[in-house]
């Protein structure tokens, strides 16, 4: 009660939060393919940890799912699986799933170029198919991959590989929309606790909702294809490596970057960046019709000499970019 001190919002808004998304990108589009490969193979590890988890607990209650329904193990899966997504986005790790969200929205606010972009993408696409990869053969090393957790990846597997392509595409958009929503929420909360609940709700959503997450299915669908080489887990419908790899991975990451790039990217520049001053959104005031201004016909907005007012103190070091759009808070960068 000293009364000299300020209080500290917990939450930044989300006009500040899509900056920081930016501001992510930004950074990352600059970050050697090098560097970007390793923290992305170190994210399919994390994936990895957190799948490994919930296949433990979820495999190991059959008889409660005997009595209470498969909705038990779903729920016990869902629940576990975001602690994978706290290692990754509290270390600064790379999913190919956040990546085609946050490096395109620095492209469409002129702060990268596209093919920085496409390698940072492509690049984390296959850091996250050698950490998942590399896992997988890491827990069967270490004899984890017996008994109910191969059962139980088996049995995922294959429900994975024969859904078809459409709706593997279609799951792949609704998983990776929670997905950024999490890395969104995530950057808004300024303090740990914020943090995991902004992460654990969308994330188990996802997963108890069936959408299909690429990062998690390249750790997942291999870690099957190991249980599917001994004789006691064998089955005639698991997936081999070409089948995971064109029934299910490609169809999900073809999705996850539908919805990174033109969902949340491009809906959140909409809401608060520079697409929404796109021209072709202006209307006339009077006439009510779309009306696109011209260069040789200035709008009024440019026409109105400039205030004459200085401006504060804080906007000295404010990025040019943001000036046009009220000028945002930077925050850390998620």
Same mark, same amino acid.
């Not at 994978?84 to 790379?94: D, E």
């Not at 996802?206 to 291999?222: D, I, M």
């Given at each position: 009660?000293?009364?000299?001190?300020?209080?500290?919002?917990?939450?930044?808004?989300?006009?500040?939060?899509?900056?920081? $998304? !930016?501001?992510?990108?930004?950074? =990352?589009? #600059?970050?050697?393919?090098?560097?970007? @490969? +390793?923290?992305? &193979?170190?994210?399919?590890?994390?994936?990895?940890?957190?799948?490994?988890?919930?296949?433990?607990?979820?495999?190991?209650?059959?008889?409660a799912v005997a009595s209470h329904g498969s909705g038990l193990?779903?729920?016990?899966?869902?629940?576990?699986?975001?602690?994978?997504?706290?290692?990754?986005?509290?270390?600064?790790?790379?999913?190919?799933?956040?990546?085609?969200?946050?490096?395109?929205?620095?492209?469409?606010?002129?702060?990268?170029?596209?093919?920085?972009?496409? $390698? !940072?993408?492509?690049?984390?696409? =296959?850091? #996250?198919?050698?950490?998942?990869?590399? @896992? +997988?053969?890491? &827990?069967?090393?270490?004899?984890?991959?017996?008994?109910?957790?191969?059962?139980?990846?088996?049995?995922i597997s294959i429900s994975k590989v024969t859904k078809g392509?459409?709706?593997?595409?279609?799951?792949?958009?609704?998983?990776?929309?929670?997905?950024?929503?999490?890395?969104?929420?995530?950057?808004?909360a300024q303090d740990m606790t914020g943090k995991y609940v902004?992460?654990?709700?969308?994330?188990?959503?996802?997963?108890?909702?069936?959408?299909?997450?690429?990062?998690?299915?390249?750790?997942?669908?291999?870690?099957?294809?190991?249980?599917?080489?001994?004789?006691?887990?064998?089955?005639?419908?698991?997936?081999?490596?070409?089948?995971?790899?064109?029934?299910?991975?490609?169809?999900?990451?073809?999705?996850?970057?539908?919805?990174?790039?033109?969902?949340?990217?491009?809906?959140?520049?909409?809401?608060?960046?520079?697409?929404?001053?796109?021209?072709?959104?202006?209307?006339?005031?009077?006439?009510?019709?779309?009306?696109?201004?011209?260069?040789?016909?200035?709008?009024?907005?440019?026409?109105?000499?400039?205030?004459?007012?200085?401006?504060?103190?804080?906007?000295?070091?404010?990025?040019?970019?943001?000036?046009?759009?009220?000028?945002?808070?930077?925050?850390?960068?998620?």
């Open positions: 009660m000293g009364g000299g001190s300020k209080a500290m919002s917990l939450v930044v808004g989300p006009g500040a939060c899509y900056q920081a $998304i !930016v501001d992510k990108g930004e950074s =990352l589009c #600059n970050e050697s393919p090098l560097k970007i @490969f +390793a923290l992305a &193979t170190f994210a399919g590890c994390f994936i990895g940890f957190g799948a490994l988890l919930s296949l433990t607990i979820g495999g190991s209650i059959l008889p193990q779903t729920w016990v899966y869902a629940s576990l699986f975001p602690v994978n997504l706290l290692f990754i986005l509290l270390s600064g790790s790379i999913l190919y799933t956040g990546a085609t969200f946050t490096t395109p929205s620095a492209v469409i606010e002129g702060k990268a170029k596209w093919h920085k972009s496409v $390698i !940072v993408i492509v690049v984390s696409w =296959l850091g #996250n198919m050698v950490g998942g990869w590399g @896992f +997988a053969i890491f &827990t069967d090393l270490c004899g984890l991959n017996d008994g109910a957790v191969a059962e139980y990846v088996v049995k392509w459409g709706k593997i595409f279609l799951r792949g958009i609704g998983c990776n929309w929670l997905v950024c929503m999490a890395v969104f929420l995530c950057t808004m902004g992460i654990f709700f969308p994330i188990s959503t996802f997963v108890a909702c069936g959408f299909e997450h690429y990062p998690a299915n390249a750790y997942a669908l291999p870690l099957a294809v190991l249980a599917l080489s001994k004789d006691e887990y064998k089955d005639p419908e698991g997936p081999s490596f070409w089948t995971m790899l064109w029934e299910n991975l490609i169809p999900c990451s073809l999705g996850n970057l539908v919805a990174g790039v033109v969902i949340m990217s491009m809906g959140n520049s909409f809401f608060f960046g520079k697409l929404k001053t796109c021209p072709c959104l202006f209307t006339s005031k009077k006439g009510g019709s779309a009306r696109e201004p011209t260069v040789s016909e200035p709008t009024p907005e440019q026409q109105a000499p400039p205030a004459q007012a200085s401006p504060p103190p804080t906007q000295a070091s404010q990025p040019e970019w943001t000036k046009e759009d009220s000028g945002f808070a930077r925050t850390v960068s998620c």
